[in-house]
């Protein structure tokens, strides 16, 4: 069985590598207060097409 194979073969329902930002998909640095679920980076680029 290669390295390949194995990782990530499960799905992840828990921990951080089950959740990502629903703007841009990003894992670190995630909001989750008041089930925002948005990153830094999410959050500026959100502000950004908001005033456009």
């Not at 951080?16 to 930002?21: E, I, M, N, V």
């Not at 894992?27 to 097409?49: H, V």
């Amino acid at each position: 069985m290669s390295h390949e194979s194995v990782w990530n073969s499960r799905p992840r329902t828990y921990g951080k590598g089950a959740r990502g930002c629903r703007v841009c998909t990003h894992k670190a640095g995630l909001i989750r207060k008041y089930g925002l679920n948005i990153c830094p980076i999410g959050k500026t680029s959100q502000r950004k097409s908001t005033k456009e």
